[in-house]
């Protein structure tokens, strides 16, 4: 049966609930459509247009999938995006594909300087509030007992003023036009943070998570003194605006970031970290380094849960399990998100193994 308190235990690092809990950022909506057998409607956020009708199925249909599949709690979305037109399509070649990925064009932006920032149309927070509410009080009166809501920003204080800028003219204003660098990210930044307040005092969030690539496999996007900077102060404003309410606050950041983890830890304040690969920053080397001071959640490889044999991913989930669950702290769950192009397969041997091996105290080194 769901329990949020489950969670929570591990979130606020209390010790060993009574199995380990699962965890993901989101999951896509063919996977979604693929576990529930419903139908989900296609909607795009990045034009600022939100068809309601569409919405309420979206959230019927996730708070169904988490229900299922033994989560604790349902991760809602806050409105508030930033609309932008500086996306690229291409057929998604996905088993489940999509109509179209989309992606960011890294190129072009649609705010080139200090006077686009007065011309762009900002959301009005009142009205974000209003929508924020309404979802809220909707979700409340569908979900089911002992399951809470993890409450995701719009995306991050990075990520957004990289995507309103575009990344190339980014990295080049922050050595030309350190002044529309600042305004921008004040203007994120007071959205992001007014939206984590908000979604903080609904009685059924559990948690709030904050979305901010800020690295690759091989680093960090840029130096961790600009992240000081510009990135670190709004991301503290949105931890204190959790905390506020009592509230974990979970980061979602992928890229190898142990240049800049003490800074997130005790300086942004990150109660929990989510994102991870095996290739260059591995969920149990992090387990290892952070796991007395922040939970760690997820972590099962994305390449291993797409393209690795079943008969291997068995043995290799539980290995991470053994590995990252004793002592508390942690949540089972991908490396990133439930992809469309994930095998089916592998990820419901995820769960499965959790469900099988999770069970505190652990079995150590039972065979599969």
Same mark, same amino acid.
């Given at each position: 049966?769901?329990?949020?308190?489950?969670?929570?235990k591990?979130?606020?690092?209390? $010790?060993?609930?009574?199995?380990v809990?699962?965890?993901?950022?989101?999951?896509?909506?063919?996977?979604?459509?693929?576990?529930?057998?419903?139908?989900?409607?296609?909607?795009?956020?990045?034009?600022?247009?939100?068809?309601?009708?569409? #919405? @309420?199925?979206?959230?019927?249909?996730?708070?169904? =999938?988490?229900?299922?599949l /033994?989560?604790?709690?349902?991760?809602?979305?806050?409105?508030? =995006?930033?609309?932008?037109?500086? %996306?690229?399509?291409?057929?998604?070649?996905? &088993?489940?594909?999509?109509?179209?990925?989309?992606?960011?064009d &890294?190129n072009?932006g649609?705010i080139?300087?200090?006077?686009?920032?007065d011309?762009?149309q !900002?959301?009005?927070?009142?009205?974000?509030?209003e929508?924020?509410?309404?979802?809220?009080?909707? %979700?409340?009166?569908?979900?089911?007992? +002992?399951?809470?809501?993890?409450?995701?920003?719009?995306? $991050?204080?990075l990520?957004?003023?990289? !995507?309103?800028?575009?990344? %190339?003219?980014? =990295?080049? *204003?922050?050595?030309?036009?350190?002044?529309?660098?600042?305004?921008?990210?004040?203007?994120?930044?007071?959205?992001?943070?007014?939206?984590?307040?908000?979604?903080? &005092? +609904?009685?059924?969030?559990? *948690? #709030?998570?904050?979305?901010?690539?800020? /690295?690759?496999? $091989?680093?960090?996007?840029?130096?961790?003194?600009t992240?000081?900077?510009?990135?670190?102060? !709004?991301?503290?404003?949105?931890?204190?605006?959790?905390?506020?309410?009592?509230?974990?606050?979970i980061?979602?950041?992928? /890229?190898?970031?142990?240049?800049?983890?003490?800074?997130?830890?005790d300086?942004?304040?990150?109660?929990?970290?989510?994102?991870?690969?095996?290739?260059?920053?591995?969920?149990?080397?992090?387990?290892k380094?952070? +796991?007395?001071?922040?939970?760690?959640?997820g972590?099962?490889?994305?390449?291993?849960?797409?393209?690795?044999?079943?008969?291997?991913?068995?043995?290799? @989930?539980?290995?991470?399990?053994? &590995?990252?669950?004793? +002592?508390?702290?942690?949540?089972?769950?991908?490396?990133?998100?439930?992809?469309?192009? #994930?095998?089916?397969?592998?990820?419901?041997?995820?769960?499965?193994t959790g469900?099988?091996?999770?069970?505190y105290?652990?079995?150590i080194?039972?065979?599969?």
């Open positions: 049966m769901p329990n949020f308190d489950r969670l929570n591990v979130l606020v690092l209390e $010790g060993e609930p009574d199995h809990p699962f965890y993901e950022l989101f999951a896509d909506t063919e996977i979604m459509e693929a576990i529930t057998g419903d139908s989900v409607p296609e909607i795009n956020l990045t034009d600022g247009k939100v068809n309601i009708d569409a #919405v @309420v199925t979206y959230v019927r249909v996730t708070v169904k =999938f988490y229900k299922k /033994g989560y604790d709690y349902v991760p809602i979305f806050i409105p508030g =995006f930033l609309p932008r037109n500086n %996306v690229l399509f291409a057929d998604d070649t996905a &088993e489940r594909a999509s109509a179209k990925r989309r992606w960011q &890294e072009r649609i080139k300087t200090v006077e686009d920032i011309q762009y !900002w959301p009005d927070p009142n009205k974000v509030q929508s924020y509410l309404a979802l809220y009080e909707f %979700v409340k009166s569908i979900l089911p007992d +002992g399951m809470k809501i993890v409450a995701n920003t719009p995306g $991050g204080v990520e957004n003023v990289m !995507w309103l800028m575009g990344a %190339v003219p980014f =990295f080049k *204003a922050l050595y030309s036009d350190p002044r529309l660098i600042r305004q921008l990210f004040e203007k994120v930044g007071k959205l992001i943070s007014f939206c984590c307040g908000l979604a903080s &005092e +609904g009685e059924i969030v559990g *948690a #709030v998570a904050l979305g901010d690539d800020m /690295g690759y496999k $091989g680093g960090l996007m840029i130096s961790p003194e992240l000081r900077k510009y990135v670190f102060p !709004w991301q503290k404003r949105c931890v204190e605006e959790v905390h506020k309410h009592g509230k974990p606050f980061l979602h950041s992928c /890229g190898d970031l142990k240049a800049i983890m003490d800074d997130l830890i300086y942004v304040g990150i109660d929990a970290k989510h994102s991870y690969e095996d290739s260059s920053y591995p969920v149990i080397e992090y387990k380094r952070y +796991g007395d001071r922040i939970a760690i959640l972590g099962v490889d994305m390449d291993k849960l797409s393209r690795m044999p079943n008969k291997d991913f068995q043995a290799y @989930v539980q290995k991470i399990l053994f &590995e990252c669950a004793p +002592g508390g702290g942690y949540c089972l769950g991908c490396g990133n998100s439930v992809a469309n192009y #994930v095998k089916l397969e592998n990820y419901l041997t995820m769960l499965e469900r099988k091996y999770g069970k105290p652990l079995r080194g039972d065979p599969l």
